[in-house]
């Protein structure tokens, strides 16, 4: 299959960097420009020509309409599970105990999905989408049932942690079929509606928990999940056709080892991490022993990922210069996503005053425009290519970081809303064409790796930069208050009860909240000067699009 060209005749296939160009689906060339120009063919596929086709025929035709809602459905349910049960927590603990190991309800499930994403990616190009996607469903559905029959707290962490392996493969592979399902052209719409899905969820979810807990009992928000998620099973079973593999193939073989390796790789850095800091010191022998571990299981790793023959993580999602660069730029974005995600609700309470309804709508804003943005980003992509509609996504993205800080003291909810309305716009900019851009460098059987390794990267920044800011926040109130001032939750609660502070302490406490946010969000504007450099420096001016048979 030959690959886009940029414009002037000379095409990218193999390793060479030889071959004639072609034209894109939307009847472009490449990304809607063409290639980087470069020649080097460094950027293309080393796969077999017929294991490298954008969409290998179809066994009988594809319904995608009952597939998308399948596929909608598995989003919901994924988003839900990760906040559905914030407010359900003193009910939990309260019928459960196990005060001390709560977190681990929300740690262990997001933990579980992040590790596995990388490998349910591999598998699904190693088996195909339907069966890992069905088997992800099957034991999210498993894990749900056994979470609302939990006894205890240790047992209901271990059912969230069997949660998160079916969540994992929900969010990977769906994001995969999206792809597969769509030409160039479309893509853009389908993932625009799942980012809606997953965004109108994830906001849900504290509403929902509490809605259930209220009038119902916390079980059934595990037990919710049962006839949507069997309906998507259906749905997933009676009408996603996989495509027919071309040319001969090998007995499929998975690296098992190496899956092993990246999952408990994942899971001791990712547990140093979301622990660190919180449940013991940064330079306590738990904070070092497993950054130690981490280290030596993320070397063997390697050491095992070079020598397999169907690696998991196979080297190219690295040497390629387009996944490469995509890896970073996400990796910023999950960093960066952390200032408004986590310390947003905090600065609006704390510093504005406002109760948490008021303070989850000053970030909701966010959510509602980043779909929008995304669904027209499309517009931009197809004239000035994937890489500048990213750069310029995420340029206004920085700046509108850079303004956080210079909000007046104490300011109007409306202030930060209007950032977080524009933000919401620059990464739908961003991030959708980069997802669209690597989907369409590779064909069907790379789809779910390159998917799954860009997906990982966002979730491990996301991780990074909840330790790296969560310590700036910290150190920050630390300098103003004193050792005795405690981290930047104690300061929130503390300024929850107005009658616990006299007003001149209530006033140099809000400041010191309000001086410790100012820096995460300018440490965010910086990750997002990183993603900038890493797609001008190391991502092609062209992505090297394969060309795709026009879609229904």
Not at 48 to 67: C, F
Not at 69 to 92: C, E, F, K, R, Y
């Amino acid at each position: 299959m030959a690959e886009g060209t940029d414009g002037t005749g000379t095409g990218r296939t193999g390793t060479d960097g030889t071959g004639t160009g072609g034209v894109g689906a939307d009847g472009l060339s490449a990304d809607g420009a063409g290639t980087d120009g470069a020649g080097t063919g460094e950027d293309a596929p080393r796969t077999p020509a017929a294991d490298r086709t954008a969409a290998p025929p179809a066994e009988k035709p594809l319904r995608r309409g009952p597939v998308v809602a399948a596929m909608m459905l598995s989003v919901a349910l994924a988003a839900l599970d990760g906040t559905v049960i914030a407010t359900a927590v003193p009910q939990i603990v309260g019928d459960l105990g196990g005060f001390s190991l709560f977190s681990w309800l929300f740690s262990g499930y997001l933990l579980t999905v992040t590790v596995t994403l990388p490998v349910y990616g591999r598998l699904s190009d190693t088996y195909g989408r339907k069966p890992v996607l069905i088997t992800g469903i099957a034991l999210f559905l498993v894990g749900s049932l056994l979470c609302a029959a939990a006894w205890d707290m240790a047992s209901l962490i271990a059912f969230r942690v069997l949660q998160g392996l079916g969540g994992g493969a929900l969010q990977g592979t769906v994001q995969t079929i999206a792809g597969d399902l769509y030409p160039l052209k479309e893509r853009p719409r389908i993932q625009a509606r799942l980012s809606g899905v997953w965004a109108a969820s994830a906001v849900a979810g504290p509403a929902v928990g509490g809605l259930l807990t209220t009038y119902a009992d916390w079980r059934w928000i595990f037990l919710v999940n049962l006839p949507v998620g069997g309906l998507a099973l259906w749905l997933v079973a009676r009408y996603l056709v996989e495509p027919r593999r071309t040319g001969p193939r090998a007995r499929a073989r998975v690296d098992w080892p190496g899956a092993l390796l990246v999952f408990a790789a994942g899971a001791v850095v990712l547990t140093a991490l979301v622990q660190g800091g919180v449940a013991w010191p940064w330079l306590s022998a738990p904070s070092l022993g497993l950054l130690g571990a981490g280290a030596l299981l993320i070397a063997l790793t390697v050491l095992v990922e070079r020598r397999a023959a169907e690696p998991i993580v196979p080297g190219w999602v690295w040497r390629r210069r387009t996944i490469a660069a995509v890896n970073l730029a996400l990796g910023a974005l999950g960093l960066l996503m952390v200032a408004p995600s986590v310390f947003l609700p905090t600065y609006a309470q704390a510093v504005l005053g406002l109760g948490p309804v008021a303070a989850g709508f000053v970030l909701s804003v966010m959510i509602l425009s980043w779909p929008v943005s995304a669904s027209l980003s499309h517009h931009v992509y197809r004239r000035v290519g994937f890489r500048q509609s990213a750069v310029i996504g995420m340029s206004l993205a920085m700046l509108a970081l850079l303004v956080f800080p210079f909000l007046p003291y104490p300011g109007e909810p409306w202030q930060p809303a209007l950032l977080m309305l524009l933000l919401g716009a620059a990464l739908g900019l961003f991030q959708l064409p980069l997802i669209v851009g690597v989907q369409s460098t590779v064909g069907w059987s790379e789809r779910g790796t390159a998917t799954g390794s860009v997906l990982f990267c966002r979730q491990i920044g996301q991780s990074v930069g909840a330790a790296l800011f969560g310590a700036v926040a910290n150190a920050v109130l630390t300098s103003r208050l004193g050792p005795s001032g405690g981290d930047l939750d104690t300061a929130a609660r503390a300024l929850d009860d107005p009658g616990a502070l006299s007003p001149a302490a209530s006033e140099t406490l809000r400041r010191a909240v309000d001086t410790a946010v100012e820096y995460v969000y300018l440490g965010a504007a910086a990750a997002a000067g990183l993603a900038v450099l890493a797609l001008l420096l190391v991502a092609p001016r062209r992505f090297p699009v394969l060309t795709e048979p026009d879609g229904d």
